[in-house]
């Protein structure tokens, strides 16, 4: 769980969270290896905001995507994303754990 950040141009940013969606975290998490089905979307910079650039906003995802990339969303120039850091909350991401643990083989 925590923050959401995206690599573009070798440059880590973050996703500003304006219509940041379950379904946005569920493909972050499937994305990173989680089980995703459950995973939680949090906005309000719930995690922190560290100081880089905002890449993305107004990222869509339907649930099909195998990866953040593949959803509709609108990117930010360099220049952009630096000003709307402070006047943008960020995207936070839960990524669904199961709350009973699955009895090892014997």
């Known amino acids: 769980e925590g923050t959401v950040e995206v690599c573009f141009d070798n440059l880590w940013g973050l ?3 304006a ?3 379950d379904k946005d975290a569920e493909i972050v998490c499937k994305q990173l290896g989680y089980e995703f089905e459950g995973s939680t979307a949090y906005g309000g910079s719930q995690y922190g905001k560290p100081a880089k ?3 993305l906003t107004n990222v869509q995802c339907t649930g099909d995507e195998e990866s953040i990339d ?3 969303q609108t990117s ?3 220049q952009e ?3 709307k ?3 943008v909350e960020v995207a936070g991401v839960k990524c669904y ?3 009973t643990c699955v009895t090892p083989p014997t």
Do not use: Q
Request: hydrophobic residues 30%; charged residues 25%; negative net charge.
């Open 97 to 99: 754990v199961p709350t």
């Open 81 to 83: 994303g630096k000003d």
């Open 76 to 78: 930010y120039s360099l």
């Open 85 to 87: 850091l402070d006047m």
């Open 15 to 17: 996703i500003e969270e």
């Open 53 to 55: 650039t905002v890449h």
């Open 70 to 72: 593949e959803c509709t």
């Open 19 to 21: 219509g940041w969606s």
